[in-house]
């Protein structure tokens, strides 16, 4: 059963950068594709970025889009998210997503959670204004 396990969050002043890893574990790891959400308080899980595992393919929420950079390293079955030009409103528990149960036919598949079927327990992310 795969496994996924965050870090790399914490406490950064507004304009400041953080990276999120996301390292997977298990017997089979065969991915189809990875993502990140995040969850405010009093607020729903939203999308924020995703990477298709043998593609080129990146998306982006618009918020995060020229911010934020989602990269993936096959080898060593990580995926990460580079955080820069942090703002306060990207304050959330960032969780990170994995789909292995088949490819994604199009862009919007990409960006609902309902497409991953295991996910991380979270790591909280804090800009301070």
């Known amino acids: 059963q795969v496994q996924l396990v965050e870090s790399g969050g914490g406490l950064v002043q507004a304009g400041g950068s953080l990276r999120l890893s996301c390292a997977a574990s298990g017997r089979t790891f065969s991915p189809y594709a990875m993502g990140w959400f995040r969850q405010a308080p009093g607020k729903e899980r939203e999308f924020v970025a995703a990477i298709a595992w043998s593609a080129d393919n990146t998306y982006y929420q618009g918020s995060v889009k020229g911010r934020f950079t989602i990269t993936r390293d096959n080898a060593r079955s990580t995926v990460y998210l580079q955080m820069s030009s942090l703002k306060p409103e990207d304050t959330a528990v960032y969780y990170c997503?994995?789909?292995?149960?088949?490819?994604?036919?199009?862009?919007?598949?990409?960006?609902?959670?309902?497409?991953?079927?295991?996910w991380g327990q979270g790591t909280q992310v804090t800009v301070s204004s």
């Open positions: 997503a994995v789909n292995t149960r088949g490819r994604l036919s199009n862009t919007y598949a990409y960006t609902v959670s309902l497409s991953y079927n295991r």
